[in-house]
């Protein structure tokens, strides 16, 4: 099936630093979710976007949906230890479309 | 809210086997729930739709024989292995969506169902 292209596919950085991660499409998608799952778990809903343009904040997690409803990116500020584990983007249709298409995911490592 | 609970964690059975997972929205209703499984250090792929009171939408290569789904209430759906073999072994993982007039209602996931076949 379709997948999304998420980048970049893994990333290493110090505790401290910010993160930005970004996901595309070739076709468009009316709502955008971004999730982290941890080894063994399922995935926890992070920030869902619903309007093209539309920027949305989480505490220290900040997400956009893109203009051409074609992509999406999202920022985490002052990474820390917990921030460890898998981000994966998934992109809705919706319309009565509620299948979701996931990205290939983000693996975030935080070096001590 | 939007919790969703998957039963059991993880399963390991010889081939031949045939394995039941169970899903479950523990503080709302969901009239449709989906299933995922997802291979080691890949992302999630979509299996079926499961549609309360209706039969289930299977995505293209997937054996509708084979992944049994039933979606019996508001709060349950089940997806059953049937006569496992060694390359069915992956994470299952199911979602759920709030069933409410509002239609912005995000999936939530289960923790997930380890399938090991022996």
């Known amino acids: 099936g379709q997948q999304l292209n998420q980048s970049p596919q893994s990333m290493f950085i110090q505790e401290g630093e910010d993160v930005s991660m970004n996901c595309t499409s070739s076709?468009?998608?009316?709502?955008w979710l971004w999730y982290k799952q941890d080894p063994g778990e399922g995935p926890v809903l992070l920030i869902a976007?619903?309007?093209?343009?539309e920027l949305t904040s989480n505490g220290r997690l900040t997400a956009q949906f893109g203009i051409t409803r074609k992509d999406s990116f999202l920022n985490i500020s002052a990474s820390i230890p917990s921030d460890v584990g898998i981000y994966f983007c998934a992109g809705q249709e919706g319309f009565g479309n509620e299948k979701l298409t996931f990205g290939t995911g983000t693996r975030l490592t935080i070096i001590p | 809210g939007a919790v969703v609970s998957q039963h059991p964690s993880w399963v390991i059975c010889k081939s031949g086997t045939s394995v039941k997972i169970e899903c479950r929205s523990l503080?709302?209703?969901?009239?449709?729930m989906f299933w995922y499984r997802q291979f080691p250090k890949q992302s999630l792929m979509l299996m079926a739709t499961?549609?309360?009171?209706?039969?289930?939408?299977?995505e293209q290569g997937v054996e509708k024989d084979k992944f049994l789904i039933n979606h019996a209430s508001l709060t349950l759906s089940t997806l059953t292995v049937t006569s496992a073999h060694p390359e069915d072994s992956s994470f299952y993982i199911c979602?759920?969506?709030?069933?409410?007039?509002?239609?912005?209602?995000?999936?939530?996931f289960g923790d997930g169902t380890r399938l090991s076949i022996l």
């Open positions: 076709s468009i998608f009316n709502t």
């Open positions: 503080d709302f209703q969901a009239t449709t």
């Open positions: 979602s759920a969506r709030v069933t409410a007039g509002d239609s912005n209602q995000p999936q939530h």
């Open positions: 976007l619903y309007k093209a343009g």
């Open positions: 499961s549609n309360e009171g209706s039969k289930a939408t299977y």
